[in-house]
Nanobody
Framework: QVQLVESGGGLVQAGASLRLSCAASGRTFSGYAMGWFRQAPGKEREFVAAISWSGGSTYYAESVKGRFTISRDNAKKTVYLQMNSLKPEDTAVYYC????????????????WGQGTQVTVSS
């Protein structure tokens, strides 16, 4: 099993940057592909970015391509989401998750979730 704890959220102005971290505990972290999702009030949870277990492959939602970067450090058991040029529509609770299924973008394919960290972008 993997336990996940996100951090790094906050309130920023449009155009600013934030880096989210997701610290994992458990011995098998390096064996999991990892993803970031977000959920805004009244909306479904949506895929943001994902990274393979080795870090060699990354995937992004169209809405964040070119602005967000996902990375991981298996030695530190941590996944990061660097968010640049933030927009008000990026406001949401951001969750990291460990993938056990085959789809990169479907929340149902991820079995382990953190508690989330709030990101609020003001205009």
């Amino acid at each position: 099993q993997v336990q996940l704890v996100e951090s790094g959220g906050g309130l920023v102005q449009a155009g600013a940057s934030l880096r989210l971290s997701c610290a994992a505990s458990g011995r098998t972290f390096s064996g999991y592909a990892m993803g970031w999702f977000r959920q805004a009030p009244g909306k479904e949870r949506e895929f943001v970015a994902a990274i393979s277990w080795s870090g060699g492959s990354t995937y992004y939602a169209e809405s964040v391509k070119g602005r967000f970067t996902i990375s991981r450090d298996n030695a530190k058991k941590t996944v990061y989401l660097q968010m640049n040029s933030l927009k008000p529509e990026d406001t949401a609770v951001y969750y990291c998750a460990a993938r056990t299924g085959s789809s990169w973008t479907r929340p149902a394919e991820y079995d382990y979730w953190g508690q989330g960290t709030q990101v609020t972008v003001s205009s």
